[in-house]
């Protein structure tokens, strides 16, 4: 299955008794064995000695570590796992080796054809469309719930895995089981900190399904900055806020929605992605906004797939086609997701290589999927997958699908880098009742056109 390619360790001009170092998340360095071992059955030499190093969680702390690195010329690691909403500032920086030049041709194809788009212009060059990363995968959010206290308040939730409901559908459901359950503090927990997961993602995906964008038309997503127009101090930016502010602090305060239940506390305004799983996992909440990675987490603590436990696609505010630019309204999943890409100064330049020839096969990115629960970045592997090869994710293999079909990637540019923290952090404002949403909004319209401008 997959590309076999060119897996042998060639003369990568270092010592060949040191292994390949690869700076990764912390449970890949759990999985390690199982996943080199997949390495090997792909075709990897096995005279190629490949170890995963723990990398920090948080990606702004990851990004820091490899920039500093890269910038000081070490040559280890030999390969990064950098997050795709920051490998293009690296592209173009030239900080990364150019894969077009060193992969083989039948893997640089299949990469073309067969990856998620979405997640490979992530990993180019905005200009010259040369590849510097492989996506070892991508990731997009589903809303996690808890199907026996949902159903046990009367709910059908026959359809939810492939049915989006509106946001005022899902808090008056969130409220309700609430009601319910008096004992759990959280209807709903998701990432609301100020940080780079609420520019990217959280906030990102809400404000596109009630019609918004940062930059118009998603055509824009990737520039050309200072050349496109900035569209933030815009209704559906605004509801947004207002809607999260309801869900934090109900709907009589100022700057929320009359018409949308309080389901959570303000505790959202600090949460980044495992204050936010802890709860839930913990029997502490209803749903919970969160990456695939939490599903595996989930069913190691007691939760049944399927039984007392299921995801379901994000809602909506606006239906698809509805809001004010291409691309936006319908259920929304930010793009997140990882890839590989290679240190410039590595002195096992071809083992590298190697090892990421062995990255794009199809087996490889099954075991991937079982032993971590990271989705594959060929969506047919993860559409095929059954229950003997990935066990109890195959349950959720429906509402992938669909997020699949329905993600939004961050406006991934040079300028990116500056403009994620003014929108997080005017986001946050907003959120805690330190500016209104039109405050908020206007200043961030400002601050943006201040970067964009200076990108010309």
Known sequence: MGVAGCLGGGDGGGDGDQPIQMSMDGEWADAQDPIIEALYDAGLSEDIEVEFLPGDFETGARQTDFTSALDAGRSSPDIFMMDSGWTIPFIVREQLVNLSEELSSDTLDFVQSDYLSAAVSTASHPESGDLYGLPVFPDYPVMHYRKDLVEDAGYDT?????????????????????????????????????????????????????????????????????????????????????????????????????????????????????????????????????????????????????????????????????????????????????????????????DAIAVLEAFANEDVMLTVFEELGNLPPVASVTQEATEDQVGDLANFLDTFAVAADNTVPRPVTTAWPDESPLISGEVSDAYRGEKSPEDAMADLEEELASIENEGQ
């Open 158 to 350: 026959s359809n939810w895995s492939t049915e989006p409901m509106t946001w005022s559908e899902f808090a008056d459901v969130a409220a309700d089981v609430l009601e319910q359950n008096p004992d759990i503090e959280y209807g709903f927990t998701t990432q609301g900190g100020d940080y780079e997961g609420t520019a990217c993602c959280t906030f990102n995906e809400m404000m596109t399904s009630m019609g918004g964008a940062y930059f118009g038309d998603h055509e824009n997503l990737f520039g050309p900055v200072g050349d496109r127009p900035i569209t933030v101090d815009e209704e559906p930016l605004h509801e947004t806020i207002r809607m999260m502010r309801s869900f934090m602090y109900g709907p009589d305060e100022e700057n929320t929605n009359p018409d949308i239940p309080q389901i959570s506390n303000s505790d959202l305004v600090e949460f980044t992605e495992e204050p936010s799983r802890e709860p839930f996992t913990g029997g502490n909440a209803v749903f919970m906004r969160n990456w695939p990675y939490a599903i595996n987490i989930n069913l190691d603590e007691g939760f049944s797939a399927g039984e007392d436990y299921d995801v379901m696609p994000m809602p909506y505010g606006v239906e698809e086609g509805e809001g004010n630019y291409e691309g936006t309204g319908g259920t929304s999943h930010a793009l997140g997701g990882w890839h590989l890409t290679v240190n410039p100064n590595s002195q096992r330049l071809d």
